[in-house]
C-alpha cells in the first residue's frame, strides 16, 4: 500500500483525541475514516467537525469495519491494554498513547499480540519526534559532546487537567502519577544516554501539596544510573505557572542545553533555544521547524503513516514504550520505600 492513504480508524475524541483527529485529517497520505467516542454527546461532536468521517460511541463496532488499515488510540490509561489488543486482534496496525499499559505485564501481553498478529504497534512518546529535542539527540549521537556522562530533564508547570470524569486523579484508572508525564522525560532520558546501555537503578523521592489526593504527586525526582556509568536526573514539579521544559546533557568533550517554554503545553506560539559548547566554543544552534506538542503529534502520525506503507521506522516501537513503563514503575516503587529500586 505504499501509494495508498493509511485509513486510520480514531478510538477518543476527548481533548487530546481531537488534536490527533486534526492531526491524521491534515496529514498528507492518512485518511480518517472512522471515529469511537466516549459518549453520544462526543460521537455528534465528531460527526459537526468532521461530516464525512462516521462516528460511533462503541470502539468495537469501529473494529468490525473492513475499510480501516490503522488504529490511534487515545484514551485513559487502565483502557489501553483491552483496546489495543482488540485493535491488534482485528489485524490494524496500532498507534497507542504513552504509557503503553499500567504494568510491565500488559506491555508484554500487547508485544505477544502484535508478534502474533505481524502488526505494527508504536507507542505515543512524541517528544523524540520534536524539532528541538530530538536534534538534541541526534547532536549526541554525531558526537557533538562526546560520550554523553549526564542528563538532565526537567518540567516547571501548573497541573495537570483533570481528564474526563476525573479519571487522571483516580489511581486505579490512571496507574501512578509518574505514568501521565514524567514518563516523557524517562523515556528521553533513556534515549538520549543509550550508549550508556540498560538502566541499572532508580531512586526518586516526591510530596505532594493537595491533602486530600497524597497519592498524587505535584513534586517528583529521580535519579536514573546506566549501566555503563551514566546517570540521568528526572524532575518536575506541578505547583509552579506556565509549562517551561529544560534538557542539559554534559559528555566528556562539551555540553548541550536545550529549553522550551509557553503559556500552556498545547500551543503553537512558544519560546526555544538550543545551545551547545563542544569543548571550544558556545554556540546557539537554529531549530528548522517550530517546536511544541502539536507540531510532534503532526510528525508523530506522519511518521507513523509512513511505516505502516513500509516506508520507515517507527519513532517508538512497542519495547522502548515498555521500557518507559518500567522506569515508571520502578520510580514509584522507590518513592513507596524510600530506597532505590534495582532493574531486573
Known amino acids: 500500500m505504499s501509494d495508498k492513504p493509511v485509513r486510520f480508524g480514531l478510538i477518543g475524541f476527548g481533548a487530546w483525541g481531537r488534536h490527533h483527529a486534526d492531526s491524521i485529517a491534515r496529514t498528507p497520505g492518512a485518511k480518517l475514516v472512522a471515529i469511537a467516542a466516549r459518549s453520544e454527546d462526543s460521537a455528534q461532536a465528531a460527526r459537526e467537525t468532521y461530516p464525512d468521517v462516521a462516528a460511533c460511541t462503541d470502539y468495537r463496532e469501529l473494529l468490525a469495519r473492513d475499510d480501516l488499515d490503522a488504529i490511534d ?26 504509557p503503553m499499559a499500567t504494568t ?17 504497534l ?43 470524569d476525573g479519571w487522571r486523579y483516580d489511581i486505579s484508572r490512571v496507574g501512578n502519577w509518574i505514568l501521565e ?15 550508556s546501555g540498560d538502566p541499572v537503578s532508580v531512586y526518586a523521592t516526591a510530596n505532594s501539596r493537595q491533602p486530600d489526593h497524597p497519592e498524587l504527586q ?17 524532575s518536575q514539579t506541578l505547583s509552579a505557572f506556565e509549562h517551561h521544559q529544560t534538557v542539559k546533557v554534559t559528555g566528556r568533550k562539551g555540553a548541550l542545553w536545550a529549553s522550551w517554554s509557553g503559556a500552556m503545553d498545547r500551543t503553537r506560539q512558544a519560546t526555544f533555544s538550543l545551545r551547545a559548547f563542544n569543548g571550544d566554543e558556545v554556540k546557539t544552534i537554529p531549530i528548522e521547524r ?37 522506569m515508571c514503575q520502578a520510580a514509584q516503587k522507590s518513592v513507596e520505600l524510600g530506597q532505590p529500586v534495582k532493574f531486573e
Open 104 to 120: 510491565v505485564e500488559d506491555c508484554d501481553r500487547l508485544i505477544d499480540v502484535a508478534q502474533k498478529n505481524n502488526r505494527l
Open 181 to 195: 508525564e514524567p514518563i516523557h522525560f524517562f523515556d528521553l532520558a533513556r534515549w538520549y544516554l543509550s550508549s
Open 218 to 234: 505535584d513534586n517528583f525526582s529521580a535519579i536514573l544510573k546506566f549501566r555503563g556509568g551514566a546517570y540521568a536526573v528526572v
Open 122 to 164: 508504536a507507542i505515543g512518546h512524541e517528544l523524540r519526534l520534536s524539532s528541538l529535542w530530538g536534534l538534541v539527540k541526534s547532536m549526541i549521537d554525531d558526537g557533538y559532546i562526546g560520550d554523553p556522562l549526564y542528563a538532565l530533564v526537567e518540567l516547571s508547570r501548573k497541573p495537570y487537567r483533570t481528564g474526563a
Open 290 to 326: 517550530s517546536s511544541g506538542e502539536l507540531f510532534e503529534l503532526e510528525e508523530q502520525i506522519a511518521m507513523f503513516a509512513r511505516a505502516v506503507r513500509g516506508q520507515g521506522s517507527l519513532a517508538c516501537p512497542a519495547g522502548e514504550g515498555r521500557w518507559s513503563v518500567a
Open 73 to 98: 488510540i487515545v484514551v485513559p490509561s487502565f483502557l489501553h491494554c483491552e483496546i489495543a489488543s482488540a485493535a491488534l486482534e482485528s489485524g490494524r496496525h496500532v498507534l497507542l498513547e504513552k
